[in-house]
């Protein structure tokens, strides 16, 4: 049996107890830190004050508006984005290499430029707005306009995550059942979508998250009206222009509380789907 001083001189990395002080210095510093100073500057305002300026009527819309735009636009990368992993990972065809570059795009663009590009495309006078103005259907300055902004940035986030995965699949599996006689979809269901099933929830938890935050890619097509297309982030900076520093922290902590919240039941669901798994 090798001993402990040999294992410690083949280790690659630092031993327990200097990683873990390493990891909670640097997560302190980074993470919980600026965290617990939205709250103590948010406290100042009293139990009262923060309730009314964290959950009044107008934070309220506009956390309806941020979150449930996030909510959506995640969803529909959580489809579009498996398929556009699928399409690279499993098939050859001209220009591949290129589409998969242009996944990262959203990433190395400001979110500026990425919103003025979305609303001068999807304004009723842009190329493609001005083909559902005859319709009735407004894209740009509304909540169409803010979710397809958040699906713009939050896409390669599960395009990412899932394809190593799709990657590393052994499609011996799925050739072994189709020979047993299972269709398309029983393959899918039965083997594809519990191996990739957690990487494509962690992709979309993360779409999600940066949805929830994103600012320079939305103001420019949400319209930004108070109680319809206010975003929460607008909400905040409005409230800093207004040297309404508590208040702004107060939205901050609520959008905080709200975020971890959805993130624990989608970590909770992940674990329940890992669970079905075993």
Do not use: H
């Amino acid at each position: 049996m090798k001993s402990r001083l040999e294992l410690r001189r083949r280790s690659v990395i630092p031993g327990f107890g200097l990683s873990l002080g390493f990891t909670l210095s640097y997560a302190t510093l980074i993470v919980f830190i600026p965290l617990a100073g939205i709250f103590i500057k948010s406290a100042g305002l009293g139990l009262d004050g923060f309730l009314a300026a964290a959950f009044d009527a107008r934070a309220i819309a506009a956390y309806r508006v941020s979150f449930g735009c996030a909510i959506l636009a995640a969803l529909l990368n959580a489809v579009f984005g498996f398929i556009v992993a699928w399409v690279l990972v499993r098939y050859d065809f001209p220009l591949k290499r290129f589409i998969d570059s242009a996944v990262d795009l959203p990433f190395a663009l400001p979110t500026a430029v990425s919103g003025i590009a979305l609303t001068a495309i999807f304004a009723p006078n842009g190329w493609i707005g001005a083909l559902f103005a005859p319709l009735g259907i407004k894209t740009a300055f509304s909540l169409t306009g803010i979710t397809i902004a958040l699906t713009f940035i939050g896409l390669p986030f599960v395009v990412r995550t899932v394809q190593p995965v799709l990657a590393d699949l052994d499609r011996q599996f799925e050739e072994a059942a189709l020979s047993l006689g299972a269709s398309k979809f029983q393959i899918f269901l039965r083997i594809i979508l519990p191996e990739s099933g957690p990487a494509l929830l962690i992709g979309a938890a993360l779409a999600f998250a940066r949805g929830v935050g994103e600012y320079g890619s939305v103001i420019f097509i949400a319209g930004n009206m108070p109680y319809k297309t206010e975003i929460a982030a607008l909400l905040i900076v409005t409230k800093l222009e207004q040297f309404d520093y508590g208040g702004a922290a107060a939205i901050g902590a609520g959008m905080l509380m709200i975020s971890f919240a959805l993130l624990f039941a989608l970590n909770a669901l992940q674990r329940r789907f890992l669970r079905g798994m075993a």
